[in-house]
């Protein structure tokens, strides 16, 4: 027997807001939260950017352990607060054993290690702070999380690259829809913004081009101009619940998460396949029940690579053929960068969001679509007054771990 998956909670912090409220008034006013990094992340290679997150204050944390905290942690801290407040949950009078955390990173306390061998390193000290380790490791924010509401089931870390939040919120829907667990607080988080990471980043020649007279403008997903993904920071979180515990308890359901999809490519580390989303996608849809003619939107993946948009519009026609012409697709990328790690979640707080207000979110700075990326990006400004019911967000990633989640409206 399986359990439907109420969302009842919703928090972030990322490049376009610190609140659900801020995040759409700037995704509806197709706002970019991308700028030119300042020292010392820029180097002799030029000027780095980055969709960056203003530091939020939360005066439940506090000062003693904000000494432990990478920034990834504390990011992730405060938007799972905010998801659990939104979801009005009193773990007193909970179960917890059968509530637990479920997170998502690909870099995990990039601050704290970067910092330690610039230590180690550059100023040749031994003097490495005594909090390193478990500020560095990649499960420290999950944990954080689980200790701040005493949560004593599952405590969960992924790490899948780029989908890894997708998939800690997908597998959190699994514990839920299994009966493993009535609660689960699941999204991600990163905090990627150092010289060490970017300078790595770099190297791989995936990073977008500063545009020379808008440095806002350099994401441009779909675009024939476009030159690679803008790292971006940030944490999203959500709260779910299984449909029966979140009616007994009178919380509000934001959506239902109806579908998962988990597939992987084979062929090589960092090359997208058209079978492997394809597959992830049409898994979603059957885990949701129902068919390809149901979608009314879809938030891509949209890094902005020259290889990753063309595979991922080709995945779409694939599944949904000649109808995917009239499905509206956008990559919020363009404006908040790419997460990584918290990419995924993030998209999926954007979906589930964007069935509450009944608009899309545009795909922003495409003013020269390439031929080979021709389907409907809602292209420079958001579509409103839209009949949503259905959408999916995609998220592919280096290593091959694709993962799809679709959500319902309620």
């Not at 759409?24 to 939260?33: I, N, V, Y």
């Amino acid at each position: 027997m399986t359990t439907r998956v109420a969302v009842t909670g919703l928090g972030v912090v990322a490049p376009l807001g610190n609140s659900i409220d801020e995040l759409f008034a700037s995704l509806q006013a197709g706002k970019s939260g991308v700028r030119v990094l300042p020292a010392p992340c820029n180097g002799p290679q030029g000027s780095s950017i980055g969709a960056t997150v203003e530091t939020p204050t939360c005066p439940r944390i506090p000062e003693t352990r904000l000494r432990m905290l990478d920034r990834v942690s504390y990011l992730a801290l405060v938007a799972a607060i905010q998801a659990v407040e939104d979801s009005g949950i009193d773990f007193n009078q909970e179960n917890r054993e059968r509530c637990g955390v479920s997170v998502g990173t690909g870099m995990g306390g990039a601050e704290t290690t970067d910092e330690g061998y610039h230590i180690l390193y550059a100023e040749r000290s031994d003097r490495i702070k005594p909090f390193t380790v478990i500020a560095a490791m990649t499960n420290a924010a999950a944990a954080w999380i689980g200790l701040e509401y005493a949560l004593a089931g599952p405590n969960l870390t992924y790490s899948t690259a780029c989908s890894s939040s997708a998939v800690s919120v997908g597998e959190a829907a699994e514990k839920i829809r299994t009966g493993r667990a009535d609660v689960m607080i699941a999204g991600g988080a990163e905090a990627p913004l150092t010289p060490g990471v970017l300078r790595a980043w770099n190297a791989m020649r995936t990073l977008a081009s500063a545009d020379k007279v808008d440095p806002s403008t350099s994401c441009r997903p779909f675009s024939l101009t476009r030159s690679g993904l803008v790292l971006g920071e940030g944490a999203a979180f959500l709260v779910l619940e299984s449909w029966e515990h979140a009616i007994q308890r009178g919380g509000k359901i934001h959506a239902a998460l109806s579908g998962y999809g988990l597939t992987t490519d084979v062929a090589h580390i960092t090359r997208p396949t058209v079978i492997g989303q394809a597959s992830a996608m049409r898994a979603a849809l059957k885990a949701a029940g129902c068919s390809p003619t149901a979608i009314d939107y879809i938030n891509a993946h949209g890094t902005a690579t020259l290889q990753n948009d063309a595979v991922e519009t080709s995945a779409i026609k694939e599944v949904f053929g000649p109808r995917a012409y009239q499905i509206p697709v956008s990559s919020t990328k363009s404006m908040h960068g790419h997460l990584l790690g918290a990419a995924g979640a993030l998209e999926l707080v954007i979906c589930v969001g964007c069935l509450e207000r009944g608009w899309i979110p545009p795909t922003m700075h495409l003013d020269q679509p390439d031929p080979a990326c021709d389907l409907d990006y809602v292209a420079g400004a958001a579509r409103g007054d839209i009949p949503l019911r259905i959408a999916l967000s995609n998220s592919f990633a280096f290593g091959g771990t694709n993962a799809v989640l679709a959500v319902e409206k309620v």
